[in-house]
């Protein structure tokens, strides 16, 4: 597909944090150590779920989906942003933003969705223990969580061609990376069609997948309360709790970006205030760096799983 104003714009600009070298040089300290460990940590969580028999259950499958997305995320944009803040020249390439953006965009959609399948993974589990290997079969979960990644790349794909085959009147982008939003603003004509398709995508892959977590974890802690004795309840919660602790990060950083009243003008202005450009680093950064911590620190299984890896290539 030929995108119309390939011609026009050849390339990109990014602000990002241009005019504070010394902030650059810090964030890229910071950001380089948080990617390492995302790295070593989701990483350490797929080789786990693959190799320990124990593991290979519906919650660990989409355990290591997750992790799989997280490195996908952060390598889409944080090798990229660390290049930017010591080259003097910070461009990209009209292809290069595209494809920036899409992969962004699919591996956050498909997070969505994919936290909505592990919510009812864990209702299944807590509620209805007696069937939940008949629901949560192997051919189940592989279809969630195949579900889960068409529906990132198909809402990726759409919203990428029509915000790319726009008209720009410049080619500044005020972000650090290739941001749906933050490339719109660079646009000359009307963009109602395009917001259109994003609150259409917006409802469907983040608020319903929301309304699924909200409605399984209600039922959730409503059947917790009804077991009689305080290790029982413990142990029930404590099945959960690590996800439960993740989807709060992921959606409560997410929302906040992507959903905050905004002005009239919001497409019009040249700048992204600071919260928004930290908001955004606390997205694509910290949430995939504290997944493992979380689900390492709060989770016997993994905890035990990580103990036999190092007795296996590492020895006692």
């Not at 460990?37 to 797929?46: A, D, Q, S």
């Not at 650090?176 to 892959?205: P, R, Y």
């Not at 959903?259 to 600071?274: G, I, Q």
Request: hydrophobic share 50%; net charge neutral.
């Amino acid at each position: 597909m030929e995108w119309e104003n390939h011609s026009l714009t050849e390339e990109f600009f990014l602000k990002g944090l241009s005019g504070y070298p010394r902030l650059e040089h810090l964030f890229f300290v910071l950001i380089l150590m948080m990617y390492a460990v995302i790295l070593v940590g989701n990483g350490t969580l797929i080789i786990i779920s693959i190799f320990d028999s124990n593991l290979h259950t519906p919650m660990y499958f989409f355990l290591g989906n997750l992790s799989f997305l997280d490195i996908c995320f952060t390598t889409s944009s944080i090798p990229f942003a660390l290049v930017s803040f010591l080259s003097e020249r910070k461009t990209i390439s009209f292809l290069g933003c595209a494809v920036q953006m899409f992969l962004g965009l699919a591996m956050g959609t498909t997070e969505c969705v994919l936290l909505g399948m592990m919510a009812f993974d864990r209702y299944v589990a807590i509620c209805n223990p007696l069937r939940y290997p008949i629901i949560m079969s192997k051919s189940s979960y592989v279809t969630m969580a195949t579900g889960s990644w068409f529906s990132g790349v198909a809402n990726s794909a759409v919203q990428t061609t029509f915000v790319m085959r726009l008209p720009f009147c410049g080619n500044v982008i005020n972000h650090f990376l290739c941001e749906i939003l933050a490339v719109m603003k660079m646009a000359c004509t009307d963009i109602s069609g395009n917001e259109f398709i994003m609150v259409v995508a917006t409802i469907l892959f983040t608020l319903m997948p929301l309304l699924l977590i909200v409605f399984s974890y209600s039922l959730i802690i409503s059947s917790i309360l009804k077991i009689h004795s305080a290790e029982g309840r413990s142990k029930a919660f404590s099945t959960c709790s690590s996800h439960f602790t993740v989807v709060i990060i992921f959606y409560g950083t997410i929302l906040f970006m992507y959903m905050k009243p905004k002005s009239k003008d919001t497409f019009n202005v040249d700048d992204l205030d600071a919260t928004d450009k930290l908001i955004s680093m606390f997205y694509g950064v910290m949430t995939p760096l504290m997944n493992p911590l979380i689900y390492s620190l709060r989770n016997k299984d993994v905890k035990e799983a990580i103990k036999n890896l190092k007795r296996r290539f590492v020895g006692k």
